[in-house]
């Protein structure tokens, strides 16, 4: 396919009025997208111009685009030099579905083009991994574990690395692979641009942006933990043991066309599945015991339509990313804020409107309180069996807060809000936003330190809202020599 041939004219392709090249253009509006969202309206300028970035955004926000355009952009205009025979773009993400679906995205995106991509996770046999891997892609999308293990016993060198993208950060965080990515960031060149993803900005993913970008542009689109305006949100306070009937009474009206039901365990998982088969409602469980082949399976149904329903973990469902998901239901309330955001963040995506149930028990009161909080939304209180609801909250104990490990595998990672203690440099304050609209600003250097005296983007960089630069040209790609 030719880069430049039957090319948009600027004012009629609002891609191409951000600096794509024409076969980008093309292959995005062939998957049916015609208008930027608010984090790709403000992040593949600042991309495109080399810069690493701090990124919060909501799930469904289409940040995936937002890093994947502009690096092919970069692939496909600054050719491999003499030598560079390795991986030149690398995206670490949290889970294998997330993985996935990020590989799929450059498939279409680049689909036409010399650009190769492959995704390495773990659960599957490692040998044809690391036999691909000699082909050299361009993009690789990796899983930390995976990653490091192919890293340390299968020889992958990541020495021509030149831009990498740390995307849901905060999931990292919380499945206990920071110290993992620690460790991949270590080996990786000095001299790259890096790109930081998270729904939420706990002060641990703040002190891992300081170590790991240089000079950051910060990108918002909504309040941080935030959730999506078009989801409609409520709640049933209901005793543990009544959940299973009302989820069935649920599932059953005609309004839900595909749901995803959030259980905190995977035993619990498993429990709800099986029970909505024996009250005649098709479901299937998805969290990490589950083989790839099953998980794949089971998503390709619920993408189909031949299964309305998928009962899963918070870490299986990272990267669940189907359309027309009308509803999710929290049948278990997560014990961490943050959580909530994610999970209902799988509905209602790309400004399309969605229900988001929460069934409560007394014990999980508490953990209501702290999302709202967090939130800043009082979820509307549902009526059950006729009688309505209390308003008042008696005042209960707090459950204690488990640590949280790497999903299965065994090990233990930090409590969110829990990591080393500050070390005394200053730290950067929380990007400003504006709800809705994607707001860029300047983080200063690594100390926090602001230059300029201002916040907002200048030096010629692109304007946040319209991807329009203020001089009139896009300058070279800067690579910067980072300090350490």
Do not use: W
């Not at 993400?93 to 995106?109: K, N, V």
């Not at 990653?147 to 499945?175: K, P, S, T, W, Y």
Request: glycine share 10%.
């Amino acid at each position: 396919m030719s880069l430049q041939s039957t090319s948009p004219t600027q004012g009629t392709d609002p891609f191409f009025d951000l600096g794509l090249l024409p076969a980008l253009c093309r292959a995005v509006k062939g998957a049916g997208y015609t208008i930027p969202t608010p984090i790709q309206l403000a992040g593949i300028p600042l991309v495109l111009d080399g810069r690493d970035v701090l990124g919060c955004a909501q799930t469904g926000s289409g940040k995936t685009a937002a890093f994947a355009l502009p690096i092919l952009d970069y692939l496909l205009r600054e050719p491999r030099e003499r030598g560079q025979d390795g991986v030149r773009a690398l995206i670490l993400a949290p889970t294998r579905e997330l993985a996935a679906q990020i590989g799929d995205c450059f498939s279409t995106y680049g689909a036409g083009t010399s650009i190769t991509n492959m995704v390495v996770f773990g659960g599957v046999n490692k040998n044809p991994q690391a036999r691909a891997l000699r082909r050299a892609p361009d993009v690789l999308v990796a899983c930390p574990g995976r990653l490091l293990d192919l890293m340390q016993n299968d020889g992958l060198r990541l020495d021509d690395v030149e831009i990498v993208v740390l995307d849901e950060a905060d999931r990292m965080l919380d499945m206990g692979f920071i110290h993992d990515v620690r460790k991949i960031f270590a080996k990786l060149p000095e001299e790259r641009q890096t790109l930081l993803f998270s729904a939420t900005m706990p002060k641990e993913i703040e002190r891992l942006a300081q170590s790991i970008l240089f000079e950051p542009e910060r990108i918002a689109v909504d309040p941080i933990a935030s959730t999506a305006e078009p989801i409609h949100q409520s709640v049933y306070f209901v005793d543990s043991k009544q959940k299973q009937s009302l989820l069935a009474n649920l599932l059953r009206g005609e309004e839900v066309e595909r749901a995803l039901v959030f259980t905190r365990t995977k035993h619990g998982a498993n429990r709800v599945a099986e029970k909505l088969e024996r009250a005649g409602i098709p479901a299937q469980a998805i969290h990490g015991n589950k083989s790839q082949g099953a998980r794949e399976r089971a998503m390709a149904g619920f993408r189909s339509g031949e299964i309305r329903v998928v009962v899963a973990t918070d870490l299986a469902s990272r990267g669940i990313d189907v359309k027309e998901l009308s509803h999710v239901i929290n049948f278990d309330l997560p014990n961490i804020s943050e959580t909530y955001v994610h999970r209902v963040g799988r509905t209602g995506r790309a400004g399309a409107s969605g229900i988001a149930i929460s069934l409560c028990s007394d014990e999980e009161r508490p953990y209501l309180r702290d999302i709202e909080k967090l939130t800043g939304t009082r979820l509307q209180r549902m009526i059950l069996d006729g009688q309505p609801l209390p308003e008042a909250e008696p005042s209960r104990p707090r459950p204690p807060r488990p640590q949280h490990g790497r999903g299965g595998g065994g090990g233990r990672g930090p409590a969110r809000g829990h990591g080393r203690p500050g070390d005394g440099r200053p730290r950067h304050d929380a990007p400003r936003t504006l709800t809705g609209v994607a707001q860029a600003t300047h983080a200063g250097p690594r100390d926090g330190a602001p230059q300029n005296g201002g916040s907002h983007v200048n030096h010629g960089a692109p304007h946040a809202a319209t991807g329009e630069r203020t001089d009139g040209a896009r300058p070279a790609r800067r690579r910067r020599r980072r300090r350490r």
